[in-house]
């Protein structure tokens, strides 16, 4: 049996002649940039995220950076993140000309609230934690902490789509929340995209002039900004598959515990904990064990992919070897780099296909 890391082809054949026919529908009007589907997906992609705008962009790291440039990040500002995500979150950071100062994940492979307030200095401006693996952070603990030091929250939910904490949505609890629709997101296009979404009726607008060219009607360009659009067919298809993404979200969770039934008796894997009071959406499934490498390649041989999110946590990475950081300074993120394994995991994977990889990993173990 071959069991693919995600299977995006499954998904397709799941929902071809809706997706076929938005995408021509696009193709006939030539609506290839801006236009309804755009205005049309953002008031959808808001209302599932229960918060007042979004603004369709090219791609999640992009409204990272807008986000940051919009709250008037820059030179001698420092921007606190998390030690283990995908370079988008602090290479954007940087982008803008502050700092990235990096904070150790807790048990749940998230930032670690209590350890944010030491990482703050006069300079810190925003606080970015990012929801990893699907699982939301401790958002609402952060938050408070921002209220008390004036600083902002920006929520990268870019695993997240839909993910709660206590009842509310990802996205709610910062000034900005920022999305992926990478296409093997829970949420993802046929190519890049992305959006910000906020409540802040003046943050949304600046957003959106930014990410225009700075533009609110043609070539009046108030200020410079760049060009960050989402293309016609990318929000065409993402609209037909916002309608299943509350579905989808059931299936995913339900795959995470199949694994978690059939693999809780093996002592030699530690499975995601998850916290109180939050819904985890399982981007990714990552489980974690001392024998990780030898693992992945026995899982591997007999036709099991897996992936590694990260095999080197951002402050380990060349790009931040300026930093001069040692493992003693993040120490979780470092012992779990060398143990994390993520499962293949997707809402189409079959019964049949859960128990084969269970199957082998208790063979490996045996
Ligand atoms: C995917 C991802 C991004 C960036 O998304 P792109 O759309 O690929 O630019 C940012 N942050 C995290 C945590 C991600 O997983």
Redesign the pocket.
Known sequence: MKIPFVDLKAQYNSIKNEVDAAIQSVIDETAFIGGKRIQSFEESFAEAQSVKHCIAVA????A?YIALKMLGIGRGDEVITVAN??I??SETISQTGAKPVFVDINEYSNIDAEAIDAAITPNTKVIMP?H?YGQPADVDKIRSLCLEKNIFMVE?C??AHIAELGNQKVGNFGVAGTF???PG?NLGAYG?A?AVVTNDDSLAAEMKLFARHGAAKKHNHLIEGINSRMDGIQAAVLSVKLRKLHEWTRARREVAAQYVKLLGDITEIDLPHVANDRTHVYHLFVIRTERRDELREYLGTRGIQTGVHYPTALPFLPAYAYLNHTPADFPRAHEFQERILSLPIFPEMSGRQIEYVAEKIHDFFA
């Open positions: 791609n999640g790291t992009d990272i995500s995908w988008s979150t990012v990893l990268d870019a695993q992926s629709f990478y997101k890049d992305g």
